[in-house]
């Protein structure tokens, strides 16, 4: 008796490489999102939910993957990709988990000089990662890594709080939004050198960065009301040039503490509290009404938020005591989907795209037939053709060669399969739903 498994909960990006010597199949992370679940402190339940090009979903990918692995860590801060890897940065457990960007193949851990780690960039072959250290006003520093073999290159002391990390034409930006004090100033590194070549100063708490056209946008938070023994200030927008490293506009937000910025074409936006706000990069004053208001869908606050592809990815907490929410909208403001992911949903990462051919793999225009199949499925062609069947984990489970009674499924279980169709010299993988 077949199991039945809820199909549109099973992610369908899916592909098959194919190698120019032999065929290779296996399930395939490409053409979508994903979605880091920082997880609890002392939790060890980080995860990465995975959002599909046609909107489906799978959680906990990872685990999926690499069963034998154990858990992806411990407070995943951030996460990022840099040629064929994807790197989280886990505050918690003190780590850096190296995962294939397409198979999500578990690679290395980085634990050298991992020390409270927060951001990630990377430059000329090098990963350059924000630790805090021990949490002391001192001991702060960036990380150099050779993306070789993930080997220590050297540390670069910096002030407290170091957080957000971006490289722009050749150089890096370190926000300093504070550890246990608060921040107000952004260090530049040189590459070259791994020295701190400058300092611009900026609001209070800087907690997001986004570069276009050779202008640095700094969203500054402010010091929040709870801060002990200090006064509550409030957000700020500035515009950087990175030609000469100076401030040359601020617009203030009074009475909000804005955060996530993002910028995407023209458009830029942050969000306050449960609200979302879009404005345009050339502003220069900043608008009162938000674009998207999830107060009414009971959103706590939003925790973490992206704009990819056209859609809004945006990460709902549920007030830290339950698996989060992911909600996509239009940028216009449409609500699209809402997804329960894993806890504490905080970023948003495009996935690598598929290409569409590899090696000798080319359409057949040959189509199949019901689908989804509950039986017998068949092909529209009336050539030889042998068919491969794989599942979700890339195992083959069946290969027949086609005849006029079809392909005979009846003895595969319910779910997502992928059928490579061989036709004389060419090759074409479909999807097909068993029912």
């Known amino acids: 008796m077949k199991k039945n498994y809820s199909l549109f909960t099973i992610f369908l990006s899916l592909a098959l490489y194919i190698s120019s010597v032999t065929v290779f199949a296996q399930a395939t992370f490409t053409n979508g999102v994903f979605v880091l679940n920082e997880g609890g402190f002392g939790l060890e339940n980080a995860s990465v939910s995975f959002i599909g090009q046609d909107m489906t979903l799978q959680n906990n990918i990872f685990a999926t993957v690499n069963p034998t692995q154990g858990s992806l860590g411990d407070t995943a801060q951030s996460v990022a990709i840099n040629g064929d890897y994807l790197y989280v940065v886990n505050n918690g457990s003190e780590d850096i988990k190296v995962i294939n960007s397409t198979t999500f193949q578990y690679v290395a851990t980085i634990t050298n000089s991992v020390e409270y780690p927060r951001y990630i960039a990377f430059y000329d072959g090098k990963a350059y990662v924000t630790n805090w250290g021990a949490g002391g006003p001192n001991d702060h520093y960036v990380a150099v890594y050779n993306l070789a073999d993930n080997s220590l290159l050297t540390t670069i002391p910096t002030g407290s709080g170091i957080e957000r990390i971006l490289e722009i034409n050749g150089k890096l930006y370190v926000a300093h939004q504070g550890g246990y004090g608060y921040g107000n100033t952004i260090s530049v590194i040189d590459p070259a050198t791994n020295t701190i070549t400058g300092t611009i100063n900026v609001s209070d708490v800087p907690n997001s960065m986004a570069e276009k056209d050779g202008f640095l ?77 999830l107060e009414p869908q009971g959103a706590y606050g939003i925790y973490g938020m992206d704009i990819i592809d056209n859609k809004i990815y945006i990460g709902d907490a549920l007030g830290y005591i339950t698996d989060g929410k992911t909600y996509v909208y239009s940028t216009s403001g449409t609500l699209l989907n809402t997804y329960t992911v894993g806890f504490l949903p905080n970023a948003f990462l495009k996935s690598k795209q598929a290409p569409l051919s590899t090696g000798d793999f080319t359409k057949t225009a040959v189509s199949l037939y019901p689908n989804p199949a509950s039986n017998v499925f068949f092909l529209t062609t009336d050539k030889n053709a042998q068919v491969n069947l794989y599942d979700i984990s890339g195992r083959l489970v069946k290969t027949q060669n086609y005849t006029a009674n079809g392909i005979d499924v009846s003895s595969l279980n319910s779910g997502l399969y992928m059928a490579e169709i061989i036709i004389d010299e060419t090759r074409e993988v479909q999807k097909i739903i068993i029912k």
């Open 217 to 293: 946008y700094v969203l500054c938070g402010g010091v929040p009301s709870w801060a002990p023994d200090l006064d509550e200030t409030f957000g700020a927008l500035l515009k950087i040039n990175v030609a000469t490293n100076t401030v040359v506009s601020q617009i203030d937000l009074p009475n909000m503490h804005p955060s996530n910025l993002k910028i995407d074409g023209n458009d830029l936006y942050y969000t306050v509290d449960s609200h979302i706000f879009k404005t345009s990069v050339t502003t220069s004053t900043l608008p009162t009404t938000p674009l998207i208001d």
